[in-house]
């Protein structure tokens, strides 16, 4: 069975002095989850916003009653240091933890105050969300190659599988840029090895490019720009949900 259409508008183009009313505004317009932007200034060339206003957000938006259930809070972490936040963003209300493998590696403090040398690995943090309590998902950058993962999901313990994988569709730090047709084929090769698999696309998605990304096979679809800077949100979150749709009705 295909996995659902999830519709998870980017954030980072709302409108950051009403940030509470536009996030609980796009969920009443048909959106599925949020997609939380976090950017550390080393991991990307940007900064956005950290624990303090996820919760103050959270206020805004109902927790989901369910795992991957409408309000869910997709996390992207944009960050150098991903161990050292995931309690944290749990206690802010995070609820999917989706850092970048290409930081996975970087030493494991579990804390902002705590000291480690020691190193990490994908499947050891993906297990370490998973034991806070939220799911886990693992993102790549457009230079990063797709082959790194099949060790990762194919893990015999469970809980060092992924629950979702996002394929950047731009290099990330910013909204509003190109989408890079060049990065679908990951999202073809990984719907065809798992056809249950959470796959996520971000960066560029919009009317006029969800078809090319449902054809690969993507379900979860991140949308800013094309979402806040529409003259009607709700009709182009309904329109990305239908193109994911027409393609699971094709399987
Ligand atoms: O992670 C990122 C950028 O790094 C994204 O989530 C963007 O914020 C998506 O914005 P649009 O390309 O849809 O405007
Ligand atoms: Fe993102």
């Not at 696309?201 to 006029?208: E, I």
């Amino acid at each position: 069975m295909a996995p659902k259409a999830i519709i998870a508008p980017s954030i980072l183009s709302a409108d950051f002095a009403s940030l509470g009313h536009d996030c609980s505004k796009t969920i009443s317009q048909g959106a599925d989850w949020l997609h939380v932007d976090i950017m550390d200034g080393h991991f990307v060339p940007n900064l956005t916003w950290g624990p303090p206003i996820v919760a103050k957000i959270r206020g805004h938006v109902d927790k989901p009653t369910e795992a991957y259930g409408k309000g869910t809070f997709d996390c992207h972490m944009m960050i150098a240091e991903p161990k050292k936040w995931v309690k944290e963003f749990k206690k802010a209300g995070c609820d999917l933890y989706c850092f970048h493998y290409e930081a996975a590696f970087s030493t494991a403090a579990e804390s902002p105050e705590a000291k480690s040398d020691e190193k990490t690995s994908p499947k050891e943090l993906i297990k370490y969300i998973h034991n806070q309590g939220m799911l886990a998902g693992i993102a790549l950058k457009p230079a990063t190659s797709v082959d790194v993962l099949w060790e990762i999901l194919e893990s015999e313990d469970p809980k060092e599988r992924p629950d979702m994988v996002l394929i950047m569709t731009v290099e990330p730090g910013f909204g509003g840029q190109k989408f890079m047709a060049s990065e679908l084929p990951k999202v073809q090769e990984l719907r065809k090895r798992y056809p249950e698999l959470n796959i996520e696309v971000d960066g560029g998605l919009g009317p006029a490019t969800i078809d090319q990304a449902a054809d690969a096979g993507a379900n979860v679809i991140v949308a800013g720009s094309a979402v806040f800077g529409a003259q009607d949100p709700s009709e182009v979150i309904a329109l990305l949900r239908e193109a994911v749709e027409k393609r699971n009705g094709k399987l």
